[in-house]
């Protein structure tokens, strides 16, 4: 099992979702609003912490828990749907997942996800 998480635009959050329903097996993902800056952020030592002023930009994380088979299909919905060809477009990180339990049941493993 692996997790995914995307960092991706909010106005690509559509097509995304489009994409990733059509994926055979996938059986979730949590969306979270949230603010950042990457490499293109505004730098000056002698700042005032200020959303607009220090250049934090809306973007939504996504997290996805897939089994491995459908590791390179969830990568791929995601970066050729969320692509806008500028700056920022986004990130996916890919983490190991080494259990997981549903609660509810006490199912675990790919059983769980």
Do not use: W
Request: hydrophobic share 40%.
């Amino acid at each position: 099992m692996n997790q995914i998480i995307a960092y991706i635009k909010p106005h690509k959050l559509e097509n995304v979702m489009l994409a990733l329903h059509k994926i055979e097996g996938l059986t979730g993902i949590s969306i979270l609003e949230m603010r950042g800056c990457g490499r293109t952020r505004k730098a000056s030592k002698d700042y005032i912490f200020d959303e607009d002023s220090y250049g934090l930009i809306a973007h939504l994380k996504l997290e996805i828990v897939c089994r491995s088979d459908l590791l390179e299909q969830v990568i791929s919905a995601i970066r050729t749907t969320a692509h806008t060809g500028l700056k920022g477009d986004g990130k996916i990180y890919v983490l190991p997942v080494l259990e997981a339990v549903r609660i509810s049941t006490g199912e675990t493993g790919d059983m769980a996800v």
